[in-house]
């Protein structure tokens, strides 16, 4: 068995995403960023640091095509890592509005990216690993939206939620086997990423909660995407990792 250690991350082009790769960039990991483009500096700072890096410039929106290629690389992958890990990071929200406002099309878009591409990402992952033996995990990055009801975010909501509870659904099917993955859905906190600029900009007659959002800023209580990232790793690494399917990081 290798001494290396495997990750797969999505949605690493940016925000929480970006930083969470440049922190996995170390001498014993290899990293695989799955993201609509490649990203130079990412590739400089793998060299530096010793890391095997690997960047697959792809749409999640065609989910069936990522984990096509996720389940082939895994099965050529040969001796299996020390331990493998996928990060289902990567989310869109649509339009902020209310569902009667938004076209079918920006329905899809979303629940593509944000629900269909880490359901087949997961799938394709426990299936092609199943027989390793070291430790895999899965974690899918959540929301506290999909445990709170928002005007204008009920595609973002439904997406999480589903997220959440495909997640609690395969925690019981992985406890069934010999060596199942540990699974969490964590909810991240609230980080200071474009998607809280797009919040704080939409219109406040279709979307009610934008004062919220704003006070949040103001008072200083986002996280950076780099302490954002932080936290979610450091959860990553808990022994009790998985224990509860879904969590928050802040608790």
């Keep these: 068995m290798r001494s290396t250690h495997l990750f797969i991350l999505t949605g690493a082009s940016r925000g929480m995403g970006l930083a969470m790769a440049q922190q996995l960039l170390q001498a014993d990991h290899t990293l695989v960023c799955i993201s609509r483009r490649q990203n130079p500096a990412l590739a400089a700072q793998a060299q530096a640091a010793g890391a095997t890096l690997e960047q697959w ?3 999640l ?3 069936g095509e990522a984990a096509s290629r996720l389940q082939q690389w895994l099965g050529q992958a040969g001796t299996p890592y020390a331990s493998a890990t996928l990060i289902n990071n990567a989310g869109v929200i649509p339009a902020i509005a209310p569902l009667s406002a938004l076209s079918p099309e920006d329905i899809a878009q979303a629940l593509r990216v944000d629900l ?3 359901m087949a990402l997961t799938a394709a ?6 027989a390793w033996h070291g430790p895999r995990k899965v974690l899918n990055i ?3 939206l999909g445990r709170r009801p928002m ?4 595609v973002y909501c439904a997406a999480k939620a589903g997220m959440d509870l495909y997640t609690r659904c395969v925690a019981l099917e992985e406890a069934l086997k010999p060596n199942g993955a540990r699974v969490c859905s964590l909810a991240p906190g609230v980080i200071d990423t474009d998607m809280q600029v797009q919040l704080r900009g939409a219109d406040a007659a279709a979307f009610p909660d934008r004062a919220r959002f704003e006070q949040l800023k103001r008072g200083g209580q986002l996280d950076s995407p ?6 979610v790793l450091a959860f990553l690494q808990r022994e009790d990792f998985g224990s509860e399917p879904v969590a928050d990081v802040r608790g």
């Design 57 to 59: 410039p792809l749409d």
């Design 61 to 63: 929106a065609r989910s």
């Design 116 to 118: 269909e591409a880490p």
């Design 125 to 130: 992952f426990l299936g092609a690993t199943e």
């Design 142 to 144: 959540s929301s506290g």
């Design 151 to 154: 005007a204008s975010q009920a």
């Design 226 to 231: 780099d302490a954002a990232a932080r936290k």
